[in-house]
């Protein structure tokens, strides 16, 4: 077995690194007719594409984006999901990885912002900012510092140069 292959895993399927160990549940899905708006957003599963909308995650086959962009979109949902374990674990290391999660020349947050540009070909695509109280306090862009506004239709503040949301 190579590394990149899961137990049950389906070698034809391009997007299996995306799928969880257990199927989301069905309520947690997008299940909106047309997808217009997307975001990128680590949510603590293997998926971190999610629909402007209605917040629920777009199952990849509905986009029908490339294997290479499955293998950007995965590698960089484990390099935030293992930052931002460290930064729930409150340990020694919380105040470095939140450091990390709020850096706008970070790795991390330069290579979501390239997944962002690349999805943003087929539905315009947003990266969602790490927001340590998670109340969007925040009123500028981090990348920019033009003020945020509201994303009509969303609970979103949005810079629509960068395309970031908090």
């Known amino acids: 077995m ?6 049950g895993s389906n070698m034809k399927d391009p997007y299996f690194k995306l799928r969880p160990g257990i199927p989301t549940p069905d309520d ?16 603590l599963g293997n998926n971190p594409v999610h629909c402007l909308r209605c917040n629920g995650e ?12 499955a293998e950007a979109i ?3 949902n484990s390099v935030y ?3 931002y374990q460290l930064w729930l ?6 105040e470095w990885a939140r450091d990390r999660l709020l850096d706008p020349k970070g790795e991390v947050n ?16 947003y ?3 790490f927001d340590e109280a998670g109340e969007a306090t925040q009123t500028t862009c981090p990348i920019c510092d033009r003020e945020l506004v509201r994303k009509e239709g969303s609970r979103f503040l949005a810079c629509e140069s960068c395309l970031l949301i908090i």
């Open 2 to 7: 190579t590394p990149d292959v899961m137990p």
């Open 28 to 43: 947690e899905l997008c299940k909106c007719e047309e997808v217009s708006e997307l975001y990128l957003a680590y949510k």
């Open 58 to 69: 777009v199952l990849p086959e509905k986009l029908a984006f490339e294997e290479r962009l």
């Open 74 to 76: 995965a590698s960089w």
């Open 81 to 83: 999901g293992s930052l």
């Open 89 to 94: 674990d409150s340990g020694e290391y919380e």
């Open 110 to 125: 330069s290579r979501g912002m390239e997944i962002v540009k690349e999805l943003s070909a087929l539905f315009r695509t």
């Open 127 to 129: 990266y969602l900012w």
